[in-house]
């Protein structure tokens, strides 16, 4: 925060963001019916399907004068040219702690671990913070503030190709969660 010879505080102006891939046309009515089925056995509130992603960082609050940056290593990541992989979800699963049913994968694929390994690299090269996790546990939040005493069956694995990923602005609008890709990169 910057402080004026008068005193003032001025806030400085930041965008929530995260980088994410998201789901094709046809995963993504898959993944939204799921979510419907989630809600009816869970309560708790689904992810409309527009929204349903897959984070890969999430960075939070940056100030939107180094958003050219952030730009930049991702830029920086593909041009390492990390493979496009299919992606597939293949489990249903329920966290407790934080009352999230979510759609997860028994494997994780090499490519993904791979485009996440780079960008998190690129990212603290570049001075940005950001939760580092042991290990990247990829999940798919279908319903927030789930009670789950049953989850569904998955019919058979939603599987989809990847060849891309976006940087995210996550803004409120009327209580709910809007996503605007401000960035978006190929994988090769
Ligand atoms: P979630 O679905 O598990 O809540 C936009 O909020 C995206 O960023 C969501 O995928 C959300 O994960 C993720 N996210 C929000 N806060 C986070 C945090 N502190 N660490 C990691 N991911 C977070």
């Not at 004026?4 to 995963?27: G, M, S």
């Not at 309560?43 to 958003?67: C, M, P, Q």
């Not at 992989?85 to 993904?112: C, D």
Request: glycine fraction near 6%; charged fraction near 20%.
């Amino acid at each position: 925060m910057q402080v004026t010879e008068t005193n003032t505080a001025i806030r400085e102006e930041t965008a929530r963001v995260f980088f994410a891939i998201w789901p094709d046309a046809a995963a993504q009515r898959r993944l939204a019916e799921l979510a419907e089925r989630l809600e009816a056995v869970c309560d708790g509130r689904k992810v409309r399907a527009e929204n349903i992603h897959l984070t890969l960082v999430f960075l939070g609050e940056v100030s939107i004068d180094r958003l050219d940056a952030l730009c930049q290593a991702a830029n920086e990541v593909q041009g390492t040219g990390v493979r496009a992989f299919n992606f597939a979800v293949e489990e249903v699963s329920y966290w407790k702690h934080n009352r999230i049913a979510y759609a997860g994968t028994a494997k994780a694929p090499q490519g993904l671990l791979d485009l996440v390994d780079a960008l998190q690299s690129a990212l603290s090269a570049a001075g940005f913070a950001f939760d580092r996790q042991a290990s990247y546990i990829p999940h798919i939040t279908l319903v927030r503030r789930a009670r789950c005493p049953a989850l569904p069956e998955l019919a058979g694995p939603v599987v989809w190709p990847v060849h891309e990923w976006v940087l995210v602005k996550s803004e409120q609008a009327n209580g709910r969660s809007v996503y605007l890709p401000i960035g978006r990169w190929s994988l090769v």
